[in-house]
């Protein structure tokens, strides 16, 4: 679990069949204070300046975190031991910030750095990384993730990621554009942008998406205007609410199809619903 405010790494013990959760303090994995593997300070400019964690994705296996970094930097940890231990250590000229999109394909761990912050307006990298390979002995940057896709161009913003049906692709979401950039799982390669925006949804604002138990839909939650987390200039849309996402060619492309809206004014009129994690549950 990421605790930003604090900069820490939390674990919660979970008993799904008894109901239970419970928060295990003797995990916890202060990003701001400890030291990495390589005898480094976790945290310290020109390597990893801001350690606020931003998205923990954990692989299939329960194995590895990985563990995005809000200032730039990645660690891979062991999430089951006690405290949580890095096993691999990511600067920040490797992996840029803001990363918030991961899902395992292929083999491997596709990762994202965006532009959510007033600190880096603008970024648009996906990262490849193995699943197997990491140590404690191990040099900083190892091993090596592949660069998939990098765009610093004005307006970028890379967040959340889908893998579409039979995991022949992944989607990475642009909140500012409004768009998706599609990857070919087998190959890296980059299939195309999809354009995400429609005549009811100029300023969609993607955030983070799922996909239908069929594969022939994803759903995405729309951010809002006024939104709660994240820089403004990334994280404002028009349309608070569910998207949905009707996938072409087998996630090759696919278009905006309907919004089911969310709203939640206030007092004063102004609209504060703001959309952001989605899950699809099968029941």
């Given at each position: 679990m990421a605790n930003q405010n604090g900069k820490l790494l939390e674990r919660i013990a979970t008993d799904y069949a008894a109901g239970s959760f419970a928060w295990d303090?003797?995990?916890?994995?202060?990003?701001?204070?400890?030291?990495?593997?390589?005898?480094?300070?976790?945290?310290?400019?020109?390597?990893?300046?801001?350690?606020a964690p931003i998205c923990p994705i954990i692989d299939a296996t329960g194995a590895h975190g990985f563990i995005t970094l809000r200032g730039g930097g990645l660690f891979v940890v062991d999430p089951a031991a006690t405290p949580i231990r890095i096993v691999g250590e990511y600067d920040v000229a490797t992996v840029h910030g803001n990363g918030c999109g991961g899902i395992q394909a292929g083999g491997s761990m596709f990762?994202?750095?965006?532009?959510?912050?007033?600190?880096?307006?603008?970024?648009?990298?996906?990262?490849?990384?193995?699943?197997?390979?990491?140590?404690?002995?191990?040099?900083?940057?190892?091993?090596?993730?592949?660069?998939?896709?990098?765009?610093?161009?004005?307006?970028?913003?890379?967040?959340?990621?889908?893998?579409?049906?039979?995991?022949?692709?992944?989607?990475?979401?642009?909140?500012?554009?409004?768009?998706?950039?599609?990857?070919?799982?087998?190959?890296?390669?980059?299939?195309g942008t999809v354009d995400l925006k429609a005549p009811y949804a100029s300023d969609p604002a993607p955030d983070l998406a799922d996909l239908s138990p069929s594969g022939n839909r994803a759903f995405v939650t729309l951010r809002g205007p006024t939104p709660l987390s994240g820089d403004p200039h990334a994280s404002t849309g028009t349309t608070p609410g569910v998207g949905v996402i009707q996938l072409i060619q087998a996630g090759d492309s696919g278009k905006l199809k309907s919004i089911?809206?969310?709203?939640?004014?206030?007092?004063?009129?102004?609209?504060?619903?703001?959309?952001?994690?989605?899950?699809?549950?099968?029941?």
């Open positions: 303090p003797g995990a916890t994995l202060d990003l701001a204070r400890c030291v990495a593997p390589s005898g480094d300070p976790c945290q310290f400019p020109h390597i990893r300046p801001d350690n990762i994202d750095s965006g532009g959510g912050t007033a600190a880096n307006l603008d970024q648009f990298d996906v990262y490849r990384f193995p699943l197997t390979g990491y140590t404690a002995t191990n040099a900083p940057n190892t091993p090596l993730p592949e660069v998939v896709f990098t765009d610093a161009s004005p307006d970028r913003d890379a967040h959340g990621m889908l893998l579409t049906k039979h995991g022949r692709n992944v989607w990475a979401l642009d909140r500012i554009r409004g768009v998706a950039e599609v990857f070919d799982v087998a190959t890296s390669a980059h299939v089911a809206p969310i709203t939640n004014k206030d007092a004063g009129g102004v609209e504060r619903a703001d959309p952001h994690a989605i899950r699809v549950r099968l029941l």
